[in-house]
């Protein structure tokens, strides 16, 4: 029977005073109408607000949607409903090294992951500058128009995102549209160019590609750019430098919503 451990976090001390007292038992039954059984005791950080973790099982025949479809008083959040963006010419490893860490992170969490494209197409990441160039295709698992709910969202780079066509502008659009919804927005090398340019970096820090620096901030005039950085949170906005550093902002993120010692371990086994 599989176990996972849920990860509850409140968005704000003021939630965390009014939901704490009784959440347990809440979710305790909530999840128990899902099929999983609770294992372990309510366990929770330091912190303040903290986090609280509970390990739950689960037979095969429950779906994992099932489990993250859980619901929780607002202020409260479990981020578990993941979705990527992808369009032609996006950079491989800018989709895959944080997916990869998102993989490992399922195994012992309840994470969906949705593939969201403008059809249900498989998606290249052939150079649309390079006729000769190699690539890899990714089956999408919904289209823009079908997409999930989700708490998070994952817009890769790549020279496809500099275009003008009609996907590049869905793939805008899909950010203008879901960004309200969302808990966490996180974008890797030229990816915060789709961003800035569905406008929802408009007063925000935020950083790039620094070999596209000059194109790329062009398209986001409202938007505060940090040059010298790695990777740059502001709220609930996450954006990374080049391609490589996409990694980097994903065990981040699981650092942040998880805790030290579950990107830890996952970098580890990474490594």
């Not at 490893?93 to 969201?116: K, Q, R």
């Not at 490589?244 to 010692?261: C, K, L, N, Q, R």
């Amino acid at each position: 029977m599989p176990e996972y451990t849920a990860t509850i976090r409140f968005y704000s001390l003021e939630a965390y005073q009014q939901h704490d007292p009784g959440l347990e038992q809440l979710l305790k039954k909530a999840f128990s109408q899902k099929g999983a059984t609770v294992c372990t005791p309510w366990m929770s950080t330091r912190s303040l607000p903290p986090m609280h973790n509970i390990r739950i099982s689960a037979m095969d025949s429950v779906p994992i949607e099932e489990l993250g479809q859980v619901k929780v008083p607002e202020g409260v959040a479990l981020p578990i409903r993941i979705g990527i963006l992808l369009y032609p010419g996006f950079q491989a490893l800018d989709a895959f090294g944080p997916l990869d860490a998102l993989n490992v992170l399922s195994w012992t969490h309840p994470v969906t992951l949705s593939i969201l494209a403008a059809s249900l197409d498989p998606v290249s990441t052939k150079s649309p500058r390079h006729a000769h160039a190699a690539g890899q295709s990714i089956v999408p698992t919904h289209t823009f128009a079908s997409a999930p709910p989700l708490d998070v969202l994952l817009v890769p780079g790549g020279l496809g995102s500099r275009g003008s066509g009609s996907e590049v502008a869905a793939a805008i659009q899909l950010i203008r549209d879901v960004y309200p919804s969302l808990k966490h927005l996180i974008t890797v090398c030229t990816g915060s160019s789709l961003a800035a340019r569905a406008g929802v970096l408009d007063g925000k820090r935020a950083t790039t590609n620094k070999m596209a620096w000059s194109e790329i901030t062009a398209l986001g005039p409202r938007v505060d750019w940090v040059a010298k950085a790695r990777w740059v949170r502001d709220g609930n906005v996450w954006t990374s430098s080049r391609v490589s550093a996409g990694i980097d902002v994903a065990f981040a993120w699981i650092e942040d919503v998880f805790g030290e010692e579950v990107a830890q371990r996952i970098a580890v086994g990474m490594e």
